[in-house]
């Protein structure tokens, strides 16, 4: 068996990057919350405004609705068996830790 094809090896590397994501999945939630609390603060400049509104369309929130609404659309196929989502999980995690790095640096750059 090559390293390439390793199990051990592809293990190892899904085990650092659920590492790597789940804090970050921890704490999305929370953070996309904030582009909202801002805008509601007011006083914001057009670009601040503009900047908080699309981290809060992208952020947690709004896909967790396009997410229960996927499955309700998709209620038929939920007898059938599926895989563990590990990949899926994974994706969402990357796209997280971007998120969440774009938020810090908006957040820290405007602040």
């Known amino acids: ?15 650092v990057a659920w590492a790597l994501f789940l804090p970050v ?10 582009p909202l609390f801002t805008l509601v603060g007011g006083g914001l400049s057009l ?6 509104a699309v981290m809060l369309l992208s952020g947690f929130w709004p896909l967790l609705v396009l997410y229960g ?7 038929e196929d939920a007898g059938r068996l599926r895989g ?4 899926r999980g994974l994706r ?13 640096i908006i957040a820290f750059a405007r602040g």
């Open 1 to 15: 068996m090559t390293d390439a094809t390793s199990p051990l090896k592809t293990d190892s590397r899904r085990i």
């Open 25 to 34: 999945l921890c704490a999305w939630p929370f953070l996309s919350a904030m």
């Open 47 to 52: 670009l601040d405004f503009s900047l908080n």
């Open 69 to 75: 609404a996927s499955r309700v659309r998709r209620a």
């Open 84 to 87: 563990t989502g590990s990949a």
């Open 92 to 104: 969402l995690g990357a796209y997280a830790t971007l998120w969440t790095g774009l938020y810090l």
